[in-house]
């Protein structure tokens, strides 16, 4: 996906229905050594660090990451964990347009 330098960004990871209750997670790196970047377990509310803000959707069974005012450090491989599975997501900065997708 890319992001457009100084603007926001929204990304959607999927959960299964058995993760409902597991913290959901947004962490930059790769499994084994992700910095965190944003956590939470509260539902159907935003919660923010940061630039970074979570928002769980429960009954969609998805959570949304919103990175905002995108710069070029910010630029690398992200992971979606629900405490179980994780999804991978790769992240470009760039000066232009915005490309949000799904990542799980």
Do not use: H
């Not at 409902?20 to 790769?30: H, P």
């Not at 990451?65 to 630029?75: F, M, N, S």
């Amino acid at each position: 996906m890319t992001g457009s330098l100084g603007s926001s960004l929204i990304i959607t990871c999927k959960y299964p229905k058995e993760s409902e209750n597991n913290c959901k997670s947004f962490c930059k790196g790769r499994r084994g050594e992700c910095a965190s970047k944003i956590s939470g377990r509260t539902r159907n509310q935003w919660e923010r660090r940061g630039r970074f803000s979570l928002y769980n959707n429960s009954t969609g069974r998805f959570f949304m990451v919103t990175i905002d005012q995108l710069r070029p450090e910010d630029a690398g491989t992200y992971r979606c964990s629900d405490a179980g599975d994780d999804a991978e997501v790769s992240l470009r900065v760039m000066e232009g347009e915005s490309s949000s997708t799904d990542g799980g």
